[in-house]
């Protein structure tokens, strides 16, 4: 009777076991994110923004293909002149490799490359500029299950931020930057 009782357990238990071994086919993540933007004049800047991307699990459940578009905005005053509105957004795609050995923490690595836009405006100045150059950026973070399997928050994401642009005289300018985000991951689909 006793083993009769532990198979029927085993066998009810199964299921579970398989579902907790599942993982999202496809992420949706959305949220707040800064970066810090190394500009020409030697004078950091804070950005504050925005940040959704979507992760596509294409091999087993650890790798997938990621987009991210993100967009911040900030201002700046340089020496004397009226303030200057900035905006740079960054079109990204690369590998994600996310390690799935534990359901409630989910911490994830990806290498991302696209392009950046940028626009400075100033209207006292008669100032308006925008260009469209490379961007990499390679980094990771970490999800955490929220209330359900199809929800996790993440708690943070960090990223190494490069972006390459031309200047007026015709040099490359490259700009070190460094972006953290946080928000909600919907989680959809399963892959076994």
Not at 66 to 92: C, E, H, W
């Amino acid at each position: 009777m006793r083993k009769l009782f532990l198979m029927a357990a085993l066998t009810l238990a199964l299921p579970i076991v398989a579902l907790a071994q599942e993982s999202p086919r496809t992420e949706i993540f959305a949220g707040y994110s800064y970066l810090r933007l190394d500009d020409d004049f030697n004078d950091d800047r804070d950005f504050n923004g925005w940040t959704v991307s979507v992760n596509q699990t294409i091999f087993k459940k650890y790798f997938g293909i990621k987009a991210d578009i993100s967009g911040y905005q900030g201002n700046t005053m340089v020496g004397l002149t009226p303030r200057t509105d900035l905006n740079k957004f960054l079109f990204l795609i690369g590998p994600q490799l996310t390690l799935r050995k534990s359901e409630r923490f989910q911490p994830f690595a990806h290498a991302l490359v696209g392009a950046a836009r940028i626009t400075v405006d100033n209207d006292t100045l008669g100032v308006n500029f925008e260009d469209t150059g490379f961007a990499f950026a390679v980094g990771g973070g970490l999800d955490v299950k929220a209330l359900s399997s199809k929800l996790s928050v993440r708690l943070f994401q960090a990223d190494y931020v490069l972006t390459r642009f031309d200047n007026a005289v015709g040099d490359t300018v490259n700009s070190n930057n460094f972006r953290a985000s946080a928000g909600i991951v919907l989680r959809l689909g399963s892959v076994e």
